[in-house]
């Protein structure tokens, strides 16, 4: 998965690219609208994310040339401004996504996962399976090692969030989005007790531990190394 | 332009022509009165002489002894110093003249019937009557002219008049420095409190203008300064406790950020100590980062920035989704959620849900175990309340009017919910409030503390 990182603030790009690069993605990095919009036209990109505020050209402009020239990437907004009227203008320019400054990283990570996603076709698995951990998705049931474990419904989708995005570590605000439709910061540790319960009944009693915190960051769910 | 000039120089000005308005008035009733009065007087003075004379004319009888009247007309018309006459008889004879070498024009001489008219030569001014007149022994009438010369008159006219000049602009003098002495002690209080006024600064806005010397239709205008003053100061004082606020609230994290840093960096540690130090970075960063967002918000709704969406909302589905999201937290603490009633208004789904959210994490932070948050919504054909109650230490009063200003903690020590709790929850709440017309307040008493939402009812549809 190939990401073009346009940003002109030379520590802020040096750290989406480490930053991603790290996820496993390959990034290119520029640092003006110019060499952004040069990039996107000449190699084949995944996904664009865009500073609103460059030199040169700014973010908008990029999209609007990009869109112009039949590129159909999917294109993810940095802005520090969070004018209604920005987004607005970003998203008729045919933006998929937008990120207010200061962001978390790991809700970086979520969005660009969600948008890279969206282009392979949705999954049409109606079971997942990760160590001795089997999930029923039409049936809405959970096992382990063969024992049927009790969920209620926002425990199951909970989990099931978790086990679609298996190895990525999801921010509390996603978490209570996805699951609780809750889409602005609550300043409470409503996501910590929920997790609490989760593991409660699928990894206290078993063995590997499946749930686990990445500290000031989030949760994620994986069969450790 | 008159408009922009000194109150003092306006009022002065008014003044003087109000004067000279009514003396103006005065003068000319006065001249017209005296003139009318005089002309009577003539008119009177005249037609005596005449029926005297017409008396001593009827009672003679033969033409040929005509000339023995004389000395008894010059008696009757001469001995008059003002007095000028002549009477001709039918032919044109002259019966009796006295005419002192003046050249009267002969269309005063004739005369059908009375008339009374004025003449004047180069220096002097009549008033005369010709008429006609029977004259015993002459078979036509003849005529008779008497005159009165009222030269004195007209002098006295003119004199009147030159100095009614003179008065007219001495008096405009003088009134205009009356009216300015009036207008200047009469605005005086107007100097004093524009002194008052124009010595408040942002350091004495407790300052008021003193009610007491003041003249009553000034005090109405005194009230509202007053008033204007202690919003003004209220504002003041919130904004400075709002920056020093904003200060304190980044100047924590960023000297715990600096402190921790620099402290780690000072010798070479181990990975766990700059694991530990990343994160607690991270903590205070987050908090950092999430009252700019909050702040960001409230200016926003400080400046009118906040158009909400306009959708239906039902409340009563929107608290059970947020009820959905509390509950395990509920349970965890052993606190009891209810919900009754509905209700829909129109606004904007996520800033409500914010709204109703914030003043329900700050009832599950104060709730104690045992006691239940109850949440109930009424409608009525104007507007929508919800009322959310929690069990819970009573809110003392000296606070309660308070907890919505922005970092306003009851205890400024304290700082419950942990460091994401920047005081900045119910600030918000009012502000999206706002931004739908309605209005939240909180009351408390005996251990029940309640919060109150009132929205305009929606206005499309009915609610059944």
Redesign the interface.
């Known amino acids: 998965m190939k990401i073009l990182v346009a940003e002109d603030e030379p520590k802020a790009g040096a750290y989406l690219q480490q930053g991603l690069t790290e996820a496993g993605f390959t990034v290119d990095r520029v640092l003006s609208g110019t060499d952004a919009l040069q990039h996107a036209l000449s190699d084949s990109y995944d996904l664009l994310i865009l500073d609103v505020m460059m030199p040169g050209l700014d973010g908008w402009e990029v999209l609007r040339m990009v869109r112009a020239a039949g590129k159909d990437v999917p294109v993810l907004f940095l802005t520090a401004r969070?004018g209604?009227d920005d987004r607005v203008k970003g998203l008729e320019l045919g933006a998929d996504d937008y990120l207010?400054k200061?962001?978390?990283f790991s809700e970086l990570l979520a969005r660009v996962r969600t948008l890279l996603r969206r282009g392979t076709s949705a999954s049409a698995q109606t079971t997942m399976k990760m160590a001795d951990l089997e999930v029923d998705l039409l049936k809405r049931r959970a096992t382990r090692n063969g024992k049927r474990i009790d969920l209620t419904a926002?425990e199951f989708s909970l989990l099931e969030l978790l086990m679609r995005r298996r190895g990525e570590v999801l921010p509390k605000s996603l978490i209570?989005s996805q699951v609780?439709?809750?889409?602005?910061?609550?300043?409470?540790?409503?996501i910590e007790?929920?997790i609490r319960?989760l593991r409660a009944k699928i990894d206290d009693d078993f063995s590997p531990k499946l749930i686990h915190t990445a500290?000031?960051?989030g949760y994620m769910m994986d069969v450790p190394d | 332009m008159l408009s922009q000039s000194s109150l003092v120089k306006r009022l002065t000005l008014m003044i003087m022509f109000a004067v000279i308005a009514v003396l103006v008035v005065a003068g000319i009733s006065f001249n017209m009165l005296s003139q009318h009065h005089f002309r009577m007087l003539d008119e009177q003075a005249l037609s005596e002489k005449l029926e005297s004379t017409r008396h001593i004319l009827s009672i003679q009888t033969p033409v040929a002894r005509l000339e023995e009247l004389r000395p008894q007309l010059r008696a009757l018309l001469g001995a008059h110093q003002d007095l000028t006459a002549e009477i001709l008889t039918s032919d044109g004879t002259v019966l009796f003249s006295d005419l002192k070498a003046l050249q009267i024009p002969d269309r005063y001489k004739r005369a059908d019937k009375e008339v009374i008219w004025e003449w004047q030569d180069q220096s002097h001014n009549f008033r005369g009557v010709t008429s006609q007149v029977e004259i015993q022994g002459d078979p036509a009438p003849g005529t008779i002219m008497l005159m009165l010369d009222i030269t004195s008159h007209v002098h006295f006219f003119e004199t009147l008049h030159r100095w009614f000049g003179i008065g007219l602009v001495i008096s405009a003098l003088v009134s205009a420095g009356l009216g300015w002495l009036v207008a200047k002690s009469g605005l005086r209080p107007v100097e004093q409190i524009t002194k008052v006024a124009t010595s408040m600064s942002a350091r004495s806005l407790q300052e008021r203008i003193p009610l007491e010397p003041v003249p009553l239709e000034l005090q109405e205008l005194i009230l509202s300064f007053n008033g204007m003053l202690a919003r003004l100061d209220d504002a003041f004082v919130r904004l400075s406790n709002f920056s020093a606020d904003i200060a304190h609230e980044l100047r924590t994290p960023v000297s715990n950020l600096l402190t921790h840093t620099e402290v780690v960096l000072t010798r070479k540690r181990d990975l766990d100590a700059y694991e530990e130090n990343l994160y607690s970075n991270l903590e205070d960063l987050k908090r950092m980062s999430r009252i700019i967002d909050d702040m960001l918000f409230l200016a926003k709704a400080d400046n009118g920035l906040i158009i909400p969406e306009q959708v239906d909302i039902k409340l009563e589905d929107l608290v059970s989704k947020l009820f959905e999201y509390y509950q395990l937290l509920a349970e965890d603490r052993g606190v009891r959620l209810s919900l009754h009633g509905r209700g829909i208004i129109t606004g904007d789904r996520l800033m409500i849900d914010r709204a109703v959210s914030n003043i329900l994490s700050n009832a599950m932070r104060y709730t104690p175990e045992g006691k239940e948050i109850a949440v109930e919504i009424q409608h009525s054909a104007d507007k929508v309340t919800l009322t959310i109650r929690n069990g819970g230490a009573t809110i003392d009063s000296q606070h309660i009017n308070k907890i919505f200003d922005r970092f306003y903690r009851a205890d400024p020590a304290r700082r419950e919910g942990g460091p994401n709790n920047a005081g900045l929850g119910l600030a918000i709440t009012r502000s999206i409030v706002e931004a739908h017309k309605g209005k939240v307040w909180c009351t408390s008493s005996e251990g029940m503390t309640a919060f109150h939402f009132v929205f305009p009812a929606n206005s499309g549809e009915a609610v059944g």
């Open positions: 969070d209604v207010i200061p962001f978390a926002k209570a609780w439709d809750m889409n602005f910061d609550s300043d409470t540790n409503v007790v929920a319960r500290r000031g960051m």
